[in-house]
């Protein structure tokens, strides 16, 4: 509301903000920047822990926790101060921070279990995470954070020095003010007000850090206090190591910081440096190539169905009366399936609840690319992300207890009895599972002291927030459904139930398909030999499961027909191309792959059509 309201307004006064995130802070020459912590993370254990968990430097006021939200809590995120402090476009060399005491041997084997597990140090600087550049064959990567440190020939080393670099731009006093953004786009908003100050300010718009290992003086570092110069020239090579890691044997720190005005950074696009960083390759083309290929498939098999209905309903209205009643003692096609096709399951109340979980969860997804698209969600803001995820969940209990309800009452054609027990089921049941699954994790981590463990006053408000907000919500829109109409069904169900055959494949084949089609998807962001081994599984499973509906559609037709046995030599098929598709060019396997994925589909129609004029013949010559 505020927004539209600045929006809204003339040229008339008003108070300007930055959208989203924090707004610029103007720093005046010599005013102090105090560079935060966050947690210790690692790409190897995933579980984060606090940075003053190792024997680091303590700042001398004491440790004190940043305000975080609901979203960096649930994300593992600690921001606390630190010693680290400068002067704004004041360089400063061989600052000396402090000396710890002497490694116990506890200390020393967690330091070095940590450097083990490759755990990286994260600090912050005016909302910033700190940068790292390195080179790898010819060219240079980005990361976040910095190691701990490093393990050479069984020797472990600290990097104890560090080169921080800071990006600033001139702030500049104009009358408006750029949005916060990602730098594809800014819009402004008139401000007013002036402070009436001339001296120049500057901006924060870079954070850099280069981690060395540096082995100081013992005897000159007797007499230094936290923040005086050291009294040698430290020369902070990257490349080099010279700090071990011993027990019983302190470790120094020192720092030095050095600025950098850029022009050509402006405010708005100061995050592109970390939103173009590289990662975990990710395959895109196997992606997309995946998608494509769902796509067509699924395509084909709804035009099938389509057509096969449609192709039945007609050859019903050309038959004569007689026709008609010769060939209903001999059932085929769509007169098959039409009088069970919309009969009530065994356990209709699972199925509204499936359905209206799967629609806030789905609602919840939609809701939230869209708000990120429009930049309510940047990297600026910490746990706005999952803050809006839980917001927007929540909300949308209302559109699952509608939907549950509804689904409820058409089933049981307009009997809206029992309403209330499935609105409880909807807004207890996927949150319910996540609430165990959380808590399980959650012991885990409070067990191994990791800064991910959840405390105990936000599972409170968690729950509070589930039974407060969202069994409201749920229970609102159930009500609405319930006095909704339900939906009328084209055709009417049978009241004895026709038989069905025996499935020639598990129903629990499926669920595993699926899953091994999502590991596919992972692997494929994730690259590595796993992909490998994931896609040709990927491959058999999906056979298996493309065998499943040609089985269902041979059945409708008619239940002697065989066409379908032709795929079961194509899993060894799809073994073979999945070989050739990643060891060979990807995009010259494309129309093979593409061809073969196809085939099944393809020969099962075929096979229908041949049935279908084959028993279209068989009766004409009867009657």
């Known amino acids: 509301m505020p927004l539209l309201i600045s929006l809204f307004q003339g040229g008339g006064s008003g108070q300007g903000f930055y959208l989203p995130g924090s707004y610029p802070h103007k720093y005046g020459i010599g005013d102090y920047l105090n560079m935060k912590v966050n947690s210790l993370t690692s790409i190897d254990t995933e579980i984060p822990f606090s940075y003053y968990s190792l024997p680091f430097c303590h700042p001398k006021e ?52 940590r450097i083990d597990e490759m755990y990286q140090v994260n ?26 440190g490093v393990k050479v020939q069984d020797t472990y080393y600290v990097f104890n020095h560090l080169k ?50 540096f082995q100081h003086n013992a005897n000159s570092l007797k007499k230094l206090n936290m923040y005086d110069k050291y009294p040698a020239s430290i020369n902070c090579d990257p490349g080099t190591v010279a700090m071990p890691i011993k027990e019983n044997e302190p470790l120094a ?98 199925l509204c609840v499936m359905v209206g979980d799967g629609v806030q969860i789905l609602g919840m997804a939609v809701v939230t690319i869209l708000f990120a698209a429009l930049g309510f969600m940047s990297p600026a803001s910490r746990g706005t992300l999952i803050s809006g995820m839980l917001f927007f969940y929540m909300i949308l209990g209302i559109a699952a207890g509608y939907v549950a309800v509804r689904m409820w009452r058409t089933i049981f054609v307009g009997d809206h009895k029992g309403w ?55 229970l609102v829109g159930g009500y609405f459904g319930a006095r909704a109409p339900h939906i009328e069904y084209p055709v009417r169900t049978n009241q004895i139930p026709r038989e069905i055959p025996p499935q020639k494949y598990p129903s629990w084949l499926l669920v595993l398909g699926a899953g091994v089609t999502c590991s596919n998807l992972h692997a494929s962001m994730c690259g590595g030999l796993e992909m490998v081994v994931e896609i040709l599984l990927c491959f058999w499973f999906c056979c298996h499961l493309h065998l499943s509906l040609l089985d269902q559609l041979s059945d409708i037709r008619s239940q002697e027909f065989e066409w379908a046995r032709f795929c079961y030599s194509l899993p060894w098929l799809f073994t073979l191309h999945g070989c050739c598709y990643y060891a060979c060019n990807w995009y010259s396997w494309v129309p093979f792959f593409v061809l073969v994925r196809a085939l099944p589909v393809f020969f099962c129609e075929a096979g229908l059509n041949a049935s279908l004029d084959f028993k279209s013949k068989h009766v004409m010559k009867r009657l």
């Open 420 to 474: 209330i027990s499935v609105s409880w089921k909807v807004a207890c049941f996927f949150p319910g599972i996540s609430f165990l699954i959380l808590t399980i994790l959650n012991f885990l981590l409070w067990g191994s002291h990791s800064t991910g463990a959840i405390p105990f006053s936000l599972f409170v408000v968690l729950i509070l927030m589930w039974f407060c907000i969202s069994v409201p919500l749920t």
């Open 253 to 350: 720190f020192t720092y030095e910081v050095s600025f950098v005005e850029r022009d050509d950074i402006k405010w708005p696009s100061r995050w592109d440096a970390y939103l173009k960083m590289e990662g975990a390759k990710v395959h895109w083309f196997s992606i997309l190539n995946s998608l494509m290929v769902i796509t067509f498939l699924a395509g084909i098999v709804l035009v099938i169905f389509l057509r096969t209905v449609r192709r039945d309903l007609t050859r019903y209205e050309e038959l004569d009366k007689e026709a008609q009643a010769q060939m209903n003692e001999e059932l085929s096609g769509w007169k098959l399936v039409v009088g069970d096709v919309f009969r009530a399951p065994t356990n209709p109340s699972l």
């Open 123 to 148: 600090v912050i600087l005016d909302n910033l995470p700190a940068i790292r550049y390195t080179k790898k064959e010819g060219f240079m990567l980005r990361w976040t954070g910095y190691p701990v």
């Open 62 to 113: 004491g440790i004190k926790d940043s305000a975080e939200n609901l979203g960096e809590l649930l994300m593992g995120d600690r921001i606390e101060n630190s010693p680290y402090r400068f002067k704004m476009y004041t360089n400063e060399t061989d600052i000396f921070l402090c000396q710890t005491k002497p490694l116990s041997a506890d200390e020393f084997k967690l330091l070095t279990k």
């Open 164 to 213: 921080f670099t800071v990006l600033v731009h001139k702030y500049e006093e104009t009358n408006v003010a750029r949005v916060m953004g990602t730098g594809d786009a800014a819009e402004v908003i008139p401000t007013v007000g002036n402070d009436g100050s001339d001296a120049p300010g500057y901006m924060v718009v870079g954070f850099e850090v280069v981690p060395c290992s």
